[in-house]
């Protein structure tokens, strides 16, 4: 429990770091509501004069949309390039000499934010939702349970793949083209933008071999029940094996870069 609680700190104090800059938030909040309204829109016109399309139905999408929508908020406030800074300024350094576990701490300051900015992208999709109408609920009150625990894996899979990009800025003079590189990827394989189904086939088998999908699509799917409990309960398998398979690499991946600062008299 003493362990717990230095962590529940880290948290609680990277949470704090979003009060501080409450102008820097409420652009970031007006920019996403832009955001989702102009996707809601141009979905709105893919959908004008079709029933269903690609297996979804009108409120089905909105109910996609927005659960992609508040997915990819979770974690805004932490990625590789805050990372990269510390490196490059030295600031790793401390992380060192505390007797804390460095990937725990990241995390910590992950997940931190978390409960802000779900309430923040909920205020969001609710604004949404007077706009354009209600969303498809869930199924069933199974279906609605599996999501939540794929949303909590889709989450854990976000800071594993973010913790292991941002392992580069050890050996990278820079940071920025990594993360937008990798934000790209992710947005295209996740189905953020676009549900996978869309996809040709041999890009779904791409998508299929990647991790991206936990974090979008393997959850929408599972709030919606558009694929059968086995099929939901191996896909949501897949995201528990790639995150804590990521997860592992990442503490490999530290090791390394631990040597490589000590071998260059860091």
Known sequence: MPHLRKYVSIARASLSV???????????????????????YLWQTIFLGTGALGGFTWPEMKAYLLVAFLLNS?????????????????????????????????FADAVGPIPFELFSALVVGAVVVVVFGGIALPADPLHLALFMVSAVLATLLKFAIVYCVSMTAFWTTGMYGIVVARSAIQNLFSGALIPLVFFPGWLQGIAAALPFQGLIS?????????????TTVLMM?????WAFGLLLLGRLLWRGAVRAVTINGG
């Open 18 to 40: 979003i009060f501080v800059y409450r102008a820097g938030f409420a652009l970031n909040m007006i920019g996403s509501v832009f955001y989702v309204v102009a996707m809601f």
């Open 74 to 106: 979770l974690m805004t406030w932490y990625d590789e390039w805050i990372m990269g800074q510390d490196v490059r300024e030295g600031r790793v350094a401390t992380d060192l000499a505390r007797p804390i576990d460095f990937q725990a701490k990241r």
């Open 218 to 230: 393997t959850p929408a799917l599972t709030y919606l029940g558009m694929q059968d409990l086995r």
């Open 237 to 241: 398998s897949i995201q528990a094996v």
